[in-house]
């Protein structure tokens, strides 16, 4: 069974960096498509980023574009989102997500617009941008 445990969250003045991980259980991420989702309150939860498997090619939402970045370490089984120029409107629970990609859809970059699509998800570590 797969598990994927959060970590990294916190409050950071608007401007600041924050770094969140994402470590993997179970599965190895070659065969994984790994996503961050966010909920603010009152809120639909929506697709931040997301890492494709075996190739990890990277997707983001245009909100995050050029201040987001994910990537991921093979060895420790573990994805990261650094995020930067942190704005109030960034402030959120942030979820890690995945679902496992069988070798003849390794072509496939991974999205962000079906959350249904990932069967797996941690319990989220919140992000609040505040001054």
């Known amino acids: 069974q797969l598990q994927l445990v959060e970590s990294g969250g916190g409050l950071v003045q608007p401007g600041g960096s924050l770094r969140l991980s994402c470590t993997a259980s179970?599965?190895?991420?070659?065969?994984?498509?790994i996503a961050w989702f966010r909920q603010a309150p009152g809120k639909e939860r929506e697709g931040v980023s997301c890492?494709?498997?075996?190739?990890?090619?990277?997707n983001y939402a245009d909100s995050v574009k050029g201040r987001f970045t994910i990537s991921r370490d093979i060895a420790k089984n573990t994805v990261f989102l650094q995020m930067n120029s942190l704005k109030p409107e960034d402030t959120a629970h942030y979820y890690c997500?995945?679902?496992?990609?069988?070798?003849?859809?390794?072509?496939?970059?991974?999205?962000?617009?079906?959350?249904?699509?990932?069967?797996?998800w941690g319990q989220g570590t919140q992000v609040t941008v505040s001054s």
């Open positions: 890492i494709s498997s075996n190739d990890g090619r990277p």
């Open positions: 179970g599965f190895t991420l070659d065969y994984l498509a």
């Open positions: 997500a995945a679902h496992w990609v069988p070798p003849n859809q390794f072509f496939r970059l991974c999205a962000l617009s079906d959350r249904m699509e990932y069967d797996y």
